[in-house]
């Protein structure tokens, strides 16, 4: 990149820090939980009319937002981001939206409302410095992330051909590196039908549904590998009605964690084509959620590319595998050229001490800028 280029977008992206903390402040009280369609729309339609601005070609499908900035035609850079909280409507009035000139912190600031406005401060940035995108900068804005995009997960998958690169919008690590690899994550819903009968009159004509339920688990948990990257975690269990009859029905919330597809296959398999162990027990998995391992790659021509573009603009960028999942493990499953975390660095997503560093915002939306000018197509 050209000295002055880069001058230009760090100086541009500063003066527009501004701008940036009254849209985040304007997108952070509009309160926006996974499921609320009411809250969702409001927040959508703020979110459409700043990208609007920003100069995008702004459509919807099924709620998620699909933006188009720069030329019509021809391989695209795909960002991919949410709109979605886990902070229910009113939880404001406990935990403020506060801007101190140093930290911003509040429901929806770090998780990912900052990583938005930094795109659409790139976008200003370009504009300010008569620059514009070399190829078209799609946007992805889906309302269901924080579920599993359910439906958000289509929504990608439809703009994944074509993509030259894909990056996710989300924070990067708390040092601010970016993720280069995500865990699998699957939630199953593992469900038993016993038969109920008397506990002390009548044992042997019932089935105990939790009794089955906790074989199951048992089963499952012994070909979990012991790699310490395999996470198996029953995060919630119901059954029976009492301790004098025999439970008819149990169910257990399981929710997995994978680094290997290859452990990701197996564990699914188990569960999913689980048999029972009682004769007259009906056993059913069902697929609440899913997200593909990502896995790390032995090289990384784009983290390479993004680090000489941020050293261009007196950034340093490293990257590392992240434990978390997200929208970002579908295009690196599939071999992508992929990188997370080009939101602001800062702390307590999904706590109550949600916050990010101020400083951040302009310097991501810098490096977003100075990537939508470069010829990714060479590197990636």
Not at 47 to 59: K, L, M, N
Not at 86 to 103: C, H, N, Q, S
Not at 312 to 332: E, F, K, M, V
Not at 357 to 375: G, K, Y
């Amino acid at each position: 990149m050209e000295p002055d280029v880069a001058a230009s977008l760090v100086r541009t992206t500063a003066d527009l820090l501004s701008f940036g903390r009254e849209r985040l402040r304007e997108y952070a009280l509009a309160e926006s939980p996974s499921g609320d369609a009411p809250a969702l729309d409001r927040c959508a339609e703020l979110i459409a009319a700043g990208q609007r601005e920003a100069g995008g070609r702004v459509s919807r499908t099924d709620g998620h937002l699909v933006t188009a900035f720069g030329p019509e035609e021809g391989p695209h850079l795909l960002l991919v981001g949410h709109y979605d909280t886990v902070w229910p409507v009113g939880r404001l009035a406990t935990m403020p939206y506060t801007d101190d000139g140093t930290t911003i912190a509040g429901p929806g600031t770090l998780d990912m409302k900052s990583g938005l406005v930094a795109v659409e401060m790139a976008l200003r940035a370009l504009a300010a410095a008569g620059a514009a995108p070399v190829r078209q900068v799609r946007l992805v804005t889906v309302r269901d992330e924080e579920v599993g995009s359910p439906s958000g997960r289509t929504v990608i998958e439809e703009h994944l051909d074509g993509a030259v690169a894909v990056l996710g919008l989300e924070s990067p690590h708390p040092d601010g590196a970016l993720k280069t690899a995500r865990r699998g994550s699957t939630r199953i819903l593992l469900t038993v039908q016993g038969r109920e009968a008397h506990a002390a009159l009548d044992p042997d004509r019932g089935i105990s549904a939790i009794d089955e339920l906790l074989d199951q688990v048992a089963a499952v948990r012994v070909i979990v590998p012991d790699d310490g990257e395999t996470l198996f975690n029953v995060g919630r269990i119901e059954g029976g009605s009492r301790a004098n009859v025999i439970a008819g029905s149990a169910s257990a919330e399981i929710g997995l964690r994978f680094t290997s597809a290859a452990a990701e296959h197996r564990v699914l398999d188990a569960l999913t084509g689980a048999t029972p162990f009682r004769a007259g027990a009906v056993v059913a998995a069902k697929v609440l959620s899913s997200r593909p391992t990502w896995p790390e790659r032995a090289d990384d021509p784009l983290l390479a590319t993004v680090a000489r573009i941020g050293a261009d603009l007196g950034q340093q960028i490293t990257g590392r595998p992240a434990a978390g999942a997200g929208d970002t493990n579908l295009p690196g499953s599939r071999g992508l050229p992929t990188l997370d975390g080009f939101g602001p660095r800062g702390r307590g997503a999904h706590a109550a001490e949600e916050s990010f560093h101020l400083a951040a915002l302009p310097a991501r939306a810098a490096l977003l800028a100075a990537i939508m000018v470069d010829d990714l197509s060479a590197h990636t």
